[in-house]
């Protein structure tokens, strides 16, 4: 069975830090490219992030650059995204995404910024 959890989300006060994670099963992790996409109430998924399939090329958002790192570890089948300096405006629930011939998609982690 093809599966992405994501894991990691939670409350964190503006400046804060999360690690966010997407367990993958069910497919050849190492073969896809994994992104990171985030969707805030009201508006557009968004890219927020990507890896390339062996982890050697990482791309970002303007928004999110020097705040968010990508990374992933094809042993443990695992993408991470280590999430910095936190903003109110990165509210929003955060989806890992796996891609090649086709799109697959976990079931988002929620993660809110608020004092």
């Known amino acids: 069975q093809v599966q992405l959890v994501e894991s990691g989300g939670g409350l964190v006060q503006p400046g804060g830090s999360l690690r966010l994670s997407c367990a993958a099963s069910?497919?050849?992790?190492?073969?896809?490219?994994m992104r990171w996409y985030r969707q805030a109430p009201g508006k557009e998924r968004e890219l927020v992030a990507g890896?390339?399939?062996?982890?050697?090329?990482?791309n970002y958002a303007d928004s999110v650059k020097g705040r968010f790192t990508i990374s992933r570890d094809n042993a443990k089948n695992t993408v991470y995204l280590q999430v910095n300096s936190l903003r109110p405006e990165d509210t929003a629930v955060y989806y890992c995404?796996?891609?090649?011939?086709?799109?697959?998609w976990g079931q988002g982690t929620q993660v809110t910024v608020s004092s």
């Open positions: 995404n796996a891609h090649r011939w086709i799109d697959l």
């Open positions: 069910g497919f050849t992790f190492s073969n896809y490219v």
């Open positions: 890896i390339t399939s062996g982890g050697s090329t990482t």
